[in-house]
């Protein structure tokens, strides 16, 4: 196999500029989506429905797209970057769409569609690295994307403070005909530009290798194309799932069943408890939904610091350990929520929890390394990019019912929940046996979203 050349530090940056457009809509939608059914009217213990878009279209198109775009080449688009801009165009158009949405359906299909998008855009993302970059280089394109999650997602929780620098109030004012605050329009349609112009950066910057051996690669084409193929390839990885991976699925279950709950009721819980605003009517829920995005900032700057430390903590500790302190921690960070309603508490515990969401981007994956095969690494990043969207859907189908009754009718206990599943999955990290390497660990964290 002919080795890949050592790239520029620019080049790999060039390569995973897009990444950011990604992570910036996905940090949009992480502050702002439960504020915009608020204002459609929906009721709070209907919201995680509403966001059930993300993980059913996680779980139906990353294996697919994984598994298609291996097999995908042609000379002028190459293999994953057609599917960087079809992604990128459907997230583009729901974006420009959705503030101007009339009622609650609207709202909530045009979510579906921005999430497919996003989704069919991540996929190959990751595969990248792996396409363009040797060995040795990895661990820096990781890095790299790492940064993109931490600085995208820091900037669209920012925005709402950074908006009026350039003269656009932020105030509840709204259009004629809508329900939705002018500011939050700017939002959605910034964040279209954005994820169009960050991947064409990518699209025109960077050129994809073609296949080693072009001749067996069509072979394998004609005879293992198309998508029957690509749902066959499927069934026999999860048959032959390896023993490591089939361990991880308890720490996943509980992070991942948890996790929802804080981008569904963060704001709301901050507008409530710290800006006695628990409608959107009430004086005071839009500062709520600001500062939301300003405690989304602190967790993602949480999530950059623990990425340079990770490796250290990883040479000294098992994998294991580690992530289950992260997991502990960001635990913690929930259930300090409780000591105060004051809104600094929320951006400290906030803090807390981006130490943990740091691990969680990339603790699992080192422990699953060694224990997928090479060959098969697209169609396992697929199938276990489900064990992240099962457990959403069903925190998202079961919470609902806990809403009103265990959960007191109050966002904050929900925050409470996530922090007691978050305990749950550091516990499980001691169930997972992982095989002895010599190798350095790659750490791919940049993994955010669904």
Same mark, same amino acid.
């Given at each position: 196999?002919?080795? &890949?050349?050592?790239?520029?530090?620019?080049?790999?940056?060039?390569?995973?500029?897009?990444?950011?457009?990604?992570?910036?809509?996905?940090?949009?939608?992480?502050?702002?989506?439960?504020?915009?059914?608020?204002?459609?009217?929906?009721?709070?213990?209907?919201?995680?429905?509403?966001?059930?878009?993300?993980?059913? !279209?996680?779980?139906?198109?990353?294996?697919?797209?994984?598994?298609?775009?291996?097999?995908?080449?042609?000379?002028?688009?190459?293999?994953?970057?057609?599917?960087?801009?079809?992604?990128?165009?459907?997230?583009?158009?729901?974006?420009?769409?959705?503030? =101007?949405?009339?009622?609650?359906?609207?709202?909530?299909?045009?979510?579906?569609?921005?999430?497919?998008?996003?989704?069919?855009?991540?996929?190959?993302?990751?595969?990248?690295?792996?396409?363009?970059?040797?060995?040795?280089? +990895?661990?820096?394109?990781?890095?790299?994307?790492?940064?993109?999650?931490?600085?995208?997602?820091?900037?669209?929780?920012?925005?709402?403070?950074?908006?009026?620098?350039?003269?656009?109030?932020?105030?509840?004012?709204?259009?004629?005909?809508?329900?939705?605050?002018?500011? $939050?329009?700017?939002?959605?349609?910034?964040?279209?530009?954005?994820?169009?112009?960050?991947?064409? #950066?990518?699209?025109?910057?960077?050129?994809?290798?073609?296949?080693?051996?072009?001749?067996?690669?069509?072979?394998?084409?004609?005879?293992?194309?198309?998508?029957? *193929?690509?749902?066959?390839?499927? &069934?026999?990885?999860?048959?032959?799932?390896?023993? !490591?991976? +089939?361990?991880?699925? #308890?720490?996943?279950?509980?992070?991942?069943?948890?996790?929802?709950?804080?981008?569904?009721?963060?704001?709301?819980?901050?507008?409530?408890?710290?800006? =006695?605003?628990?409608?959107?009517?009430?004086?005071?829920?839009?500062?709520?939904?600001?500062?939301?995005?300003?405690?989304?900032?602190?967790? =993602?700057?949480?999530?950059?610091?623990?990425?340079?430390?990770?490796?250290?903590?990883?040479?000294?500790?098992?994998?294991?350990?580690?992530?289950?302190?992260?997991?502990?921690?960001?635990?913690?960070?929930?259930?300090?929520?409780?000591?105060? =309603?004051?809104?600094?508490?929320?951006?400290?515990?906030?803090?807390?929890?981006?130490?943990?969401?740091?691990?969680?981007?990339?603790?699992?994956? $080192?422990?699953?390394?060694?224990?997928?095969?090479?060959?098969?690494?697209?169609?396992?990043?697929?199938?276990?990019?489900?064990?992240? $969207?099962?457990?959403?859907?069903?925190?998202?189908? !079961?919470?609902?019912?806990?809403?009103?009754?265990?959960?007191?009718?109050?966002?904050?206990?929900?925050?409470?929940?996530?922090? $007691?599943?978050?305990?749950?999955?550091?516990?499980?990290?001691?169930?997972? &046996?992982?095989?002895? !390497?010599?190798?350095?660990?790659?750490?791919?964290?940049?993994?955010?979203? *669904?």
């Amino acid at each position: 196999m002919q080795q &890949k050349p050592t790239l520029s530090f620019w080049q790999i940056w060039n390569m995973s500029f897009g990444f950011f457009g990604l992570q910036y809509n996905f940090g949009l939608q992480q502050f702002i989506m439960s504020p915009v059914f608020r204002y459609l009217g929906a009721d709070e213990s209907k919201i995680p429905v509403l966001w059930l878009a993300g993980p059913v !279209t996680g779980l139906l198109i990353q294996p697919l797209i994984g598994a298609i775009s291996d097999r995908t080449w042609s000379p002028r688009w190459g293999r994953r970057k057609p599917f960087f801009l079809i992604g990128a165009l459907l997230s583009s158009i729901a974006l420009i769409l959705m503030p =101007n949405s009339k009622t609650l359906w609207m709202a909530a299909g045009l979510m579906w569609m921005m999430d497919a998008g996003l989704n069919v855009t991540m996929e190959p993302f990751r595969a990248f690295i792996g396409d363009k970059l040797n060995a040795t280089q +990895r661990t820096l394109g990781f890095a790299v994307q790492s940064f993109f999650v931490g600085f995208g997602q820091i900037l669209a929780s920012m925005m709402a403070y950074i908006l009026p620098l350039f003269g656009i109030a932020m105030t509840a004012t709204v259009a004629s005909g809508s329900s939705i605050p002018e500011y $939050v329009h700017y939002l959605f349609y910034i964040g279209s530009f954005v994820i169009i112009a960050a991947v064409l #950066w990518t699209v025109y910057t960077t050129k994809e290798y073609p296949p080693a051996d072009m001749a067996e690669f069509e072979r394998m084409k004609r005879e293992s194309g198309g998508f029957a *193929h690509a749902f066959a390839e499927i &069934k026999d990885a999860l048959v032959e799932m390896p023993t !490591t991976m +089939r361990q991880l699925w #308890w720490v996943k279950f509980f992070t991942w069943y948890g996790l929802p709950l804080m981008w569904q009721y963060l704001s709301l819980a901050i507008s409530r408890h710290a800006f =006695n605003a628990p409608t959107p009517q009430s004086p005071g829920f839009d500062e709520g939904s600001k500062w939301g995005g300003l405690c989304f900032a602190a967790f =993602n700057v949480g999530c950059i610091v623990v990425a340079f430390l990770i490796p250290t903590l990883s040479r000294r500790l098992s994998k294991q350990a580690v992530h289950a302190t992260f997991l502990t921690v960001a635990g913690l960070g929930f259930l300090s929520m409780l000591l105060s =309603n004051d809104k600094y508490i929320f951006t400290f515990g906030m803090l807390l929890v981006g130490f943990g969401w740091g691990s969680i981007l990339s603790m699992p994956y $080192v422990m699953l390394a060694d224990s997928v095969p090479p060959q098969r690494m697209g169609v396992y990043m697929g199938i276990f990019n489900g064990f992240i $969207v099962v457990p959403q859907i069903i925190s998202m189908i !079961t919470v609902p019912f806990l809403y009103d009754t265990i959960l007191g009718g109050d966002p904050r206990n929900a925050l409470v929940l996530c922090g $007691v599943c978050l305990f749950l999955a550091a516990v499980s990290c001691f169930l997972v &046996k992982t095989p002895k !390497t010599t190798e350095t660990p790659v750490f791919p964290v940049g993994a955010g979203g *669904h």
